[in-house]
T-cell receptor, first 116, second 113 residues
Framework: NAGVTQTPKFQVLKTGQSMTLQCAQDMNHNSMYWYRQDPGMGLRLIYYSASEGTTDKGEVPNGYNVSRLNKREFSLRLESAAPSQTSVYFC???????????????FGPGTRLTVL | GESVGLHLPTLSVQEGDNSIINCAYSNSASDYFIWYKQESGKGPQFIIDIRSNMDKRQGQRVTVLLNKTVKHLSLQIAATQPGDSAVYFCADFSGAGSYQLTFGKGTKLSVIP
């Protein structure tokens, strides 16, 4: 199993450009998440999808949109990138249904995004 | 607002010594806590978890202690090795059914050979 995979690994954008970060998991997990991590900070939740067909805002959703394409894939879109969105983006997945009290999230390797 | 935070941003220990990383949380509704390890350039990796109905849990070379009275977590790493050098985050869920995992800012552990 590859676990959680993310593409691209690195990206440089100019202010105002758009792009989509891709995430896929092969663990048959129901829930998927997008986080951003800024220097010296912990991870902050942008959006999550509790199950296929649903998405909800997290702590810092402004400037982002998401799509839960199917059970495996969850994408994050920046419609008009801003320098404040320079960050490392992590996708994660978890499966609450098998063991509801254990909500461990498995993380991908991250996408390093720079907005000039 | 309520948040999970850490007492110390950096910790240096000698190889072979024990390490203790501390974490304070403020959400009294938190029912589940996780410690993650993040190596440079990688995503966070699960180390150990603990539920709010427990006060101690042991893994391989790691122990997590939970003190709900003072809302404090600690991660103890026995016989610290160079491979333990990383940033360690505590994180919690704000109650049963919550999907929102709140992370602390992290403690950087450096192991001196």
């Amino acid at each position: 199993n590859a676990g959680v995979t993310q593409t691209p690994k690195f990206q440089v954008l100019k202010t105002g450009q758009s792009m989509t970060l891709q995430c896929a998991q092969d663990m048959n997990h129901n829930s998927m998440y997008w986080y951003r991590q800024d220097p010296g900070m912990g991870l902050r939740l942008i959006y999550y999808s509790a199950s296929e067909g649903t998405t909800d805002k997290g702590e810092v959703p402004n400037g982002y949109n998401v799509s839960r394409l199917n059970k495996r894939e969850f994408s994050l879109r920046l419609e008009s990138a801003a320098p404040s969105q320079t960050s490392v983006y992590f996708c994660a997945s978890s499966d609450r249904l098998i063991e509801p009290l254990r909500r461990e999230q498995f993380f991908g390797p991250g996408t390093r995004l720079t907005v000039l | 607002g309520e948040s999970v935070g850490l007492h110390l941003p950096t910790l240096s220990v000698q190889e072979g010594d024990n390490s203790i990383i501390n974490c304070a949380y403020s959400n009294s509704a938190s029912d589940y806590f996780i410690w993650y390890k993040q190596e440079s350039g990688k995503g966070p990796q699960f180390i150990i978890d603990i539920r709010s109905n427990m006060d101690k849990r042991q893994g391989q070379r790691v122990t997590v202690l939970l003190n709900k009275t003072v809302k404090h977590l600690s991660l103890q790493i026995a016989a610290t090795q160079p491979g333990d050098s990383a940033v360690y985050f505590c994180a919690d869920f704000s109650g049963a059914g919550s999907y929102q995992l709140t992370f602390g800012k992290g403690t950087k552990l450096s192991v001196i050979p």
